[in-house]
């Protein structure tokens, strides 16, 4: 017996078939994309602002960051000070090479501030008040970080200038 399957064979029918085929497994396969490619569509476009969001985040905490450096830089001598332990012995001989008669008092803190760690009553003579601006001034060199508050009391003595006023020791 003899195949005449491939005799039988017409290539057009073949074309045709092949081709629906074809056409048929690309509609399928679009069918189910589509929907699929907008939810993409939409994904990249939300993600894209996520990004951009991300990005402008980043900058402005770079930013910060610097600034904060270029703080920490400019501040280093009071953030020192701050870091130190105060010493009433040493202060005490401090006050000493700008007033006579020196009489320290402890002050209650009424406020709860964070930092401040004392408050002194400062009493004492002084020959002219130049002595009381160089006191300011070596405030700033000084080990801890104090702050004169006001009242500033200035009287005329017989024995010099006698001033009251205290003083706001800050330290963590």
């Known amino acids: 017996m003899k195949d005449k399957s491939l005799e039988e064979l017409n290539i057009v029918r073949i074309l045709i078939l092949a081709l629906s085929f074809i056409s048929i497994c690309t509609a399928l396969i679009l069918f189910l994309l ?31 960051e610097d600034k904060i450096t270029q703080l ?14 105060f010493d009433e012995k040493k202060f005490n001989q401090f006050l000493k090479y700008y007033f006579k008669n020196i009489k320290i008092t402890n002050i209650k803190l009424q406020s709860q501030e964070e930092y401040l760690y004392k408050k ?15 006191f300011i001034d070596a405030l700033k060199d000084y080990d801890n970080l104090i702050k004169i508050s006001y009242p500033i009391v200035l009287k005329a ?15 963590d």
């Open 34 to 64: 589509l929907p699929v490619l907008k939810d993409y569509e939409q994904i990249n476009l939300r993600e894209n602002s996520q990004i951009g969001t991300v990005n402008s985040f980043k900058i402005d905490l770079k930013s910060s």
């Open 72 to 85: 920490q830089n400019i501040n280093k001598k009071n953030l020192d000070q701050f870091q130190q332990k």
């Open 120 to 134: 002194l009553k400062i009493e004492g003579l002084m020959d002219n008040p130049k002595n009381f601006y160089n």
């Open 157 to 171: 003595t017989p024995k010099g200038i006698a001033i009251n006023f205290s003083i706001e020791i800050y330290s």
